[in-house]
């Protein structure tokens, strides 16, 4: 059985956290880590990104202007609810809290970034050089992914994980100019950051961590390899540490509810 792809929001107390997916997902892979911030008290929204939780074609129909749109409303919502406020992304979430963190940093107060890419590995920029240079390019939709889904070692939730199991072509080249953008302005970047990434990741390089860890403008950085998960590390057998984590983070940035917040 397929897992729960639709958005999520469950209010809590003054502290904030905007949970964001991956590229070719769905809220599903930020419902278990969110449920757990939830159970912390804080209030949680996990929306669903421009494009994604339907076909290959409607995401190939979206650009990367699309997918920041649609988290710059959910993060004028949250902030309008909450004191302080914290985004949390799944790879390409996580490129997008960084993006969100050097043009919007008045409004967080902490960002976690889950995996997030800061290039593509070979592989894929060699399929995307193909696909520019010949006429055939543009005929071709999607390209399956290997392995049949998505990058997770649990082969019950990688079942049950209702992402797309093929990777739209004129989404990914999408998704590689803003990769490239977001790598140009880590610098500049000041929340503080948890920076969480699976030594085994077959999707995005575990370099990427190291790289952002190292260039990254936040004064308070953490950074976290886990050693056993693949790449969607918040629901693959590893999910309880990077729910931990994140919590104990985002309790420490956030700080304790205020008093008299609504729950």
């Known amino acids: 059985m397929r897992g729960d792809a639709a958005p999520f929001r469950w209010d809590g107390d003054n502290r904030g956290v905007l949970c964001v997916h991956g590229f070719t997902g769905t809220p599903f892979e930020m419902r278990y880590l969110g449920e757990h911030l939830h159970r912390e008290g804080f209030t949680v929204v996990g929306p669903i990104l421009a494009g994604h939780g339907g076909t290959p074609a409607d995401l190939n129909a979206t650009r990367w202007t699309d997918w920041y749109a649609g988290v710059c409303e959910e993060l004028d919502a949250l902030r309008a609810r909450c004191d302080r406020v914290a985004v949390v992304g799944m790879s390409l979430g996580g490129a997008l809290a960084l993006h969100l963190a050097r043009h919007r940093p008045d409004d967080l107060d902490a960002i976690a970034t889950l995996g997030a890419p800061l290039w593509l590995p070979g592989s894929s920029r060699a399929v995307i050089r193909a696909l520019r240079a010949t006429p055939l390019g543009g005929w071709i939709a999607q390209i399956p992914k290997l392995g049949g889904g998505s990058d997770i ?11 797309l199991r093929a990777i739209p072509t004129r989404a990914v080249m999408e998704l590689e100019r803003f990769v490239a953008a977001v790598r140009t302005e880590v610098h500049l ?4 950051a948890l920076i969480m990434h699976a030594r085994r990741d077959h999707t995005v390089p575990h370099a990427c961590s190291i790289e952002l860890a190292e260039r990254i403008g ?38 304790a509810a205020s008093q008299g917040a609504t729950t």
């Open 218 to 255: 936040s004064e308070v950085v953490r950074r976290v390899s886990l050693y056993g998960s693949f790449h969607v590390i918040t629901i693959d057998i590893e999910r309880d540490v990077v729910a931990r984590e994140v919590a104990a983070f985002l309790e420490h940035q956030l700080g």
């Open 153 to 163: 070692r649990d082969p019950v939730m990688k079942a049950a994980n209702p992402g």
């Open 189 to 192: 970047v000041r929340a503080p």
